[in-house]
């Protein structure tokens, strides 16, 4: 029979890429990481690893073990929710990733209903973009991740992983003055091609989404502004330096505090959803997160625009 411990390494090297990334993800030692992946190897048979420059990949074989590592995970994940289940108090710690809106608008409201309803439960909060955060939760860094998908930029679904709708938040045009007389979203958008505007970085699947929408208008948007800071997004259109895309969730229920205007059909909302790991979405600490979100969620009516 193969060791669990060293097939478990063995998926972590698919997920974190490399030697060195298994190895300080787990605190061991590069050289422990790879002589485990060594034995396994002999008791598989088989190699599991090939060199690709300074680097090492899965064999097919390799692969073929970690789709059954990743079935036998999470066998073991339905076994520590039945146990949670079967015990009276929820205690432990679950690891929470979040971005900056739902971290500021949702998040301190659902721990104040955790807090209550579960006080033995700990719960770790990290603020880290879906990019980022998505590929922790399958290997292992988090138990439960709040992320968002814009429209028109499905975000990839892994078979590891388990999704469940939050919200949907609406995205609408803030100006960086009055509201003009712009005739219908698209013109909007097109009034402000001259003006200078804050987006996310480069590489995000909002900056992608921001720009394909600023093209579909007839228009290339001159971004003067790169941060994934909301809050920073706001105040610059605030002080009229820059138009922005911003989501509701920025004002957190509060009302607006600047001008806004519907975006084109089919790009007025994106998607926020929780995710697990498959196996894990019936374990209590889970649940009771999901559902404080979900009441934190009602208690947020976002701003209203024309």
Known sequence: MFDLHRLRLLR???????????AAALSYSPSS??????????????????????????TPQAEILVAHTEAVLERLERAEA???????D????LRL?????????????ALSLLRDLHPGLRIHVTQLEPEHALPALQARDFDLVIAEEYPGNPNPR??????????????????PGPAGDADGPTAALRSLADHPWVMEP??????????????????????RFETTDLLLHLRLVERGHAAALLPDLVWSGAPPTVPL??????????????????????????????EALRRATAEVGGPTGP
Not at 164 to 171: A, G, K, R, S
């Open 12 to 22: 972590e090297l698919k997920h974190r890429g490399t030697l060195a990334a298994v």
């Open 33 to 58: 990481v790879s002589q485990q992946l060594s034995q396994l190897e002999s008791e598989v048979g088989v190699a599991l690893l090939e060199p690709v420059g300074r680097r090492v990949r899965l």
């Open 82 to 88: 039945d146990i949670a289940t079967s015990l009276s």
């Open 90 to 93: 929820l205690t432990g710690t």
């Open 97 to 109: 990733a979040t971005f900056q809106t739902a971290a500021l608008a949702l998040v301190p409201s």
């Open 158 to 175: 892994p078979a590891e992983l388990e999704q469940e709708d939050l919200l949907q938040d609406p995205l609408r045009l803030a100006l």
């Open 202 to 223: 480069e590489g995000t699947a909002a900056r992608h989404w921001a720009m394909t929408l600023c093209r579909n208008a007839g228009f290339e948007p001159d971004v």
């Open 261 to 290: 205007r519907q975006l084109p059909r089919g790009q007025r909302a994106r998607r926020i959803f929780t995710a697990v790991r498959r196996g894990r979405s019936r374990h209590p600490a889970i649940r009771g997160c999901r």
